[in-house]
């Protein structure tokens, strides 16, 4: 049973604790209206800073970096757009304070220090992975696609005894479509990099076990395949390099979870309260005598 300064006073009515939260959101959202108001004043600069990877890819080619708008709305929703990811990036670590003052007064003090590293490593591999993906997936994919030019002064065509003009197939990009890309590209990636910190709280919590993950390793990899067809455009070369990723951070989780079942048996071991499955309990021979002749007991007495 836990001792009274092992969990914090929460004795709170239902009502106050929704009105906490209510309160949490109310600041969660405002923190987050903030971060996008600034983003929005610094759209451009914002913008220019995703298309860098659309650049180099031109530049090599020898092209200009050019992008245009297909309607009159077309830059008001670009910048909407990068608002409310800048803003959402912004507010996303005293979104997370709130989220956290809110359920920390519930938890155990050991059930503290577990879920808090968890909280720390989420927004670390989020990022990690969005920058994976904007520095090395999001360039060769945009290298695979614009593979696929046309250009017309490479030879001309020649039609009714005339000389035609060379035809030119080459790439004039929507701001917004590529906005849209270059955005799905981050958040998959990001996403598929919290794969270890969620199946590392699954098996501290014991809804997951290491043999467990293994026996359906070949599920996953097939699970894995059709996310990487789902979340990336049609290229073979993103799909690969997404389930090179996330099959590795699948075995990564593996060992991670090893590693928590092993800290976990060394602490019950330390407690006296681990028994290995091949142990086994051998009664006494009285205590087998009374189990299979109950009259024994009445002849003691």
Not at 3 to 16: C, H, N, R, V, Y
Not at 199 to 215: D, E, F, I, Q, Y
């Amino acid at each position: 049973m836990s001792t009274p300064e092992e969990i914090e006073d929460s004795s709170a009515p239902l009502i106050e604790h929704l009105a906490e939260l209510r309160n949490r959101l109310i600041h969660s959202v405002v923190a987050f209206i903030i971060g996008m108001v600034i983003c929005f004043t610094v759209a451009t600069p914002i913008f220019n800073f995703l298309t860098a990877p659309l650049c180099q890819v031109l530049a090599e080619r020898g092209q200009d970096c050019d992008l245009i708008f297909i309607s009159p709305q077309e830059g008001f929703f670009v910048a909407i757009k990068v608002s409310l990811l800048g803003g959402f990036i912004l507010a996303f670590p005293y979104i997370a304070n709130q989220m956290w003052r809110f359920v920390a007064p519930g938890l155990y003090k050991s059930e503290k220090g577990a879920f808090l590293p968890f909280l720390v490593a989420s927004p670390f591999m989020f990022f990690l992975g969005a920058s994976f993906a904007f520095y090395v997936v999001t360039p060769l994919a945009y290298d695979f696609f614009l593979g696929f030019q046309q250009f017309g002064g490479q030879g001309e065509a020649v039609e009714g005894g005339q000389n035609a003009a060379p035809l030119s197939v080459v790439f004039q990009g929507s701001a917004q479509e590529y906005l849209n890309l270059t955005i799905k590209f981050i958040v998959a990636f990001g996403l598929c990099f919290q794969l270890p910190v969620l199946l590392t709280l699954m098996g501290k919590a014991g809804l997951v076990s290491a043999p467990g993950l293994r026996s359906v390793r070949k599920y996953a990899v097939v699970g894995i395949l059709l996310l990487a067809a789902l979340v990336t455009p049609p290229d073979v070369i993103t799909q690969i390099i997404l389930f090179i990723v996330v099959y590795g951070l699948y075995e990564v989780s593996i060992q991670l979870v090893q590693r928590v079942e092993r800290k976990r048996e060394a602490e019950l071991r330390e407690q006296g309260l681990w028994f290995d499955e091949d142990e086994e309990i051998i009664p006494d021979e009285d205590e087998m005598q009374a189990e299979f002749d109950p009259e024994a007991d009445k002849g003691k007495d």
